[in-house]
């Protein structure tokens, strides 16, 4: 077993924990709150995104990426921080006169609280990258599951009080709380004031490109709920943004173990030789892509019927939303690894214009948009991302070359199949009984046939064949 499977296995099953504790928490919160306090949380949190646009700036990639760490690069790197949080928190103050005549109190309360709750996660951003380097995601795990547990109880009690919108935010700031005193426990590295102009350089070279990406990647994942906030309306953004977390759930809950480790994996893996960064390239993508596609096509097949079940019938108009994220939700744990390998062989700058190119495509496909129904808005946001993910596929084959252009048709032949039958399914009109029994025997088969199939690539890395 190679050493990222290793740390995959050791962070997988706390993650799990962590997402049965999310999705325990949206089940509770789905019931108790109406969808457009959930479209008003969605558009405080993007507009806070706009607002605290100098947090873009990318200080974990120089850290992580670095060959080598002294005291006062790290130290330069704390107080930039630092510094940066403090100014957005300001700018988010100066910002409210002028956002008034266009949004809620409410929704301009709520920016400047979670501008307030990313100041607190700027306090710990050194020893949780130092954490990350040194690839200690276990104990990192450990502790965001056990915290999210805390939050979840302290969330639901004051939803359930009657607090409304701000038990989600009580949410968000007790989870960074807990986790700034955990990880300052558990670190033995120290602030000072030291601010050196060479270490700022540093970061100016390595993270300035990365920055302007980090702008445009708020303009690409943000837009279009913004969007839909302003020329639709809140009940509406709370659908758009419940079913877009819900076609994030194949990155967050099935491939997130291995993403969150990706980056520092591939940064280890381009300071070896013998082309160890493509093996790790066609191993991790191969693991991704092969659970991403299982968990959407099962969530495909089972959505329309669990909504009304789980969260009630008022959430129904989340359904086809959700079915026109597919695309989106299948491209992005591809998009985000083929993103952190360039990243870690020092391509930022084709990133960046891959990035530039595909936010100007979305702002565009969203404005045409306007007047038509919402589900425009979903198909182009999946069809963008796709576009994006096939530049930083073909450039990630050139620096790596050779590597194995096929080591994705397996999981993407069985998903595509999948979904035909059970879009045939569907098509036939049969009775819900019928309906939801077929749907539960393809999730069957599908999970039968993937699971083989892991299991013979898993068998041919062990020999060391080819994929």
């Known amino acids: 077993m190679t050493r990222h499977h290793e740390l995959g296995r050791r962070v997988f099953w706390w993650q799990q924990c962590s997402h049965l504790t999310n999705f325990a928490r949206a089940l509770v919160l789905m019931r108790l709150l109406a969808p457009d306090m959930f479209g008003k949380f969605a558009l405080a949190v993007t507009l806070a995104s706009y607002v605290s646009i100098l947090r873009a700036f990318d200080f974990r990639t120089p850290i992580i990426a670095a060959k ?29 006169p002028w956002l008034g005549s266009g949004y809620e109190e409410v929704v301009l309360m709520l920016m400047v609280a979670l501008v307030l709750v990313d100041a607190v996660d700027a306090s710990f951003s050194t020893p949780m990258y130092l954490a990350e380097r040194e690839l200690r995601f276990p104990f990192l795990t450990r502790a965001k599951s056990a915290i999210n547990l805390v939050s ?8 359930w009080g009657g607090f409304g919108v701000w038990a989600l935010f009580a949410d968000r700031l007790i989870a960074s709380s807990l986790l700034a005193f955990v990880i300052w426990q558990q670190t033995s590295w120290r602030p000072s004031m030291d601010f050196r102009r060479e270490s700022m350089v540093y970061f100016l070279k390595f993270g300035g490109v990365l920055f302007i990406g980090g702008l445009l990647g708020k303009l690409l994942f943000g837009f279009d709920q913004i969007m839909v906030g302003t020329f639709w309306d809140n009940e509406t953004l709370g659908y758009y943004s419940k079913a877009m977390a819900w076609a994030r759930l194949p990155m967050e809950l099935g491939t997130g173990f291995l993403s969150m480790m990706a980056l520092a994996i591939y940064s280890e893996g381009s300071r070896e030789a013998d082309g160890a960064a493509g093996r790790r390239y066609e191993d991790l993508s191969y693991d991704i892509a092969a659970i991403a596609l299982w968990m959407t096509a099962c969530m495909a097949l089972s959505f329309g019927d669990v909504v009304p079940l789980l969260f009630g019938s008022r959430w129904n108009p989340m359904t086809p939303i959700f079915l026109a994220l597919i695309p989106y939700a299948v491209v992005r744990p591809l998009f985000q690894n083929a993103a952190q390998c360039l990243t870690s062989l020092h391509e930022q700058r084709y990133f960046l214009g891959v990035v530039a190119v595909i936010t100007t495509l979305d702002l565009l496909s969203v404005i045409l948009c306007l007047g038509h129904s919402v589900l425009w808005v979903a198909v182009v946001s999946g069809g963008v991302l796709w576009v994006g993910y096939l530049l930083l596929e073909w450039r990630v084959g050139r620096c790596l070359a050779p590597i194995s252009q096929g080591h994705l048709a397996g999981p993407f032949g069985l998903f595509f199949a999948t979904l035909v039958v059970g879009a045939s399914i569907h098509m036939a009109a049969l009775g ?11 999730t069957v088969i599908y999970t039968v046939v993937a699971v083989w199939e892991w299991k013979q690539r898993k068998r041919m890395r062990r020999r060391g064949g080819a994929p």
């Open 432 to 442: 819900d009984p019928w309906r939801i029994g077929c749907n539960a025997g393809l």
């Open 68 to 96: 080598a760490l002294d005291r006062n690069l790290l130290a330069t790197q704390f107080n930039a921080e630092m510094c940066l949080a403090l100014l957005n928190l300001l700018g988010s103050l100066l910002v409210v």
């Open 152 to 159: 979840f109880v302290a969330c639901i009690a004051l939803a």
